[in-house]
Nanobody, 126 residues
Framework: QVHLVESGGDSVQAGGSLRLSCVASGLTSSHNWVAWFRQAPGEEREGVAY?????????SYHKSVKGRFTISQDNAKNTIYLQMNSLKPEDTAMYYC??????????????????WGQGTQVTVSS
């Protein structure tokens, strides 16, 4: 069983930075992927960043955040991070940590992730 708890969300001005944290109890290298998703009011949940937990730690990013966001892992702290730089108002959303892709579909499909955190709110003002 994996338990995910996010933190670090805040209200910032455009151009600012935030680092989100996801403490992942029970997560091991036997699991496959962790990811950050976000959901704005009235919008579908969309994948932002993905990190492979096996091998070399492959990463993948949504085109809208590539070059601005970085996903990383601190194994000693059982924590997954999302460093967000050059924030834009369109980055405003609830951000969720997810783990363990169930297979059978795209890495970017939220319904294929087994474990979810409760979310942390990011608000970017212009």
């Amino acid at each position: 069983q994996v338990h995910l708890v996010e933190s670090g969300g805040d209200s910032v001005q455009a151009g600012g930075s935030l680092r989100l944290s996801c403490v992942a109890s029970g997560l091991t290298s036997s699991h496959n992927w962790v990811a950050w998703f976000r959901q704005a009011p009235g919008e579908e949940r969309e994948g932002v960043a993905y990190l492979g937990l096996r091998g070399i730690g492959t990463t993948s990013y949504h085109k809208s955040v590539k070059g601005r966001f970085t996903i990383s892992q601190d194994n000693a702290k059982n924590t997954i991070y999302l460093q967000m730089n050059s924030l834009k108002p369109e980055d405003t959303a609830m951000y969720y940590c997810a783990a363990e892709h169930l297979g059978g579909g795209s890495l970017y499909t939220p319904s294929l992730y087994k474990y979810w955190g409760q979310g942390t709110q990011v608000t970017v003002s212009s």
